[in-house]
Nanobody
């Protein structure tokens, strides 16, 4: 499986971005997808996660109410819609597959990352 992110960029505070993650290869209903981010000098942290089969989603406190994770099975694409962006959201964003919710070490497949900069 290969993950290819896109959609990052620079935006002013209060703006919006939608990240995409194309999933190339077979997936399994028991998997979760996750969006993680890593700011310079900080550990990679979870942002949002979705269970493929149930569609259940979960968010960290910093993302809840502003970010929305979704999947389009027909397009084999995972999305992260981000609204009301803040400077502290500035980070490299990664999508991940074949894992479990926010357990970073459980994910076996990672994308290359896409940069989000909020000024």
């Amino acid at each position: 499986v290969q993950l290819v992110e896109s959609g990052g960029g620079s935006v002013q505070a209060g703006g919006s971005l939608t990240l995409s993650c194309e999933v190339r290869g077979p997936t399994y209903p028991s998997w979760c997808y996750g969006w993680f981010r890593q700011a310079p000098g900080k550990q990679r942290e979870g942002v949002a996660s979705i269970h493929i089969a149930s569609g259940r989603t979960t968010y960290t406190d910093s993302a809840r109410g502003r970010f929305t994770i979704s999947q389009d099975s027909a397009k084999n694409t995972l999305y992260l819609e981000m609204n009301n962006l803040k400077p502290e959201d500035t980070a490299m964003y990664f999508c991940a597959a074949d894992g479990w919710w926010f357990e970073r070490s459980s994910y076996n497949v990672w994308g290359q990352g896409t940069q989000v900069t909020v000024s």
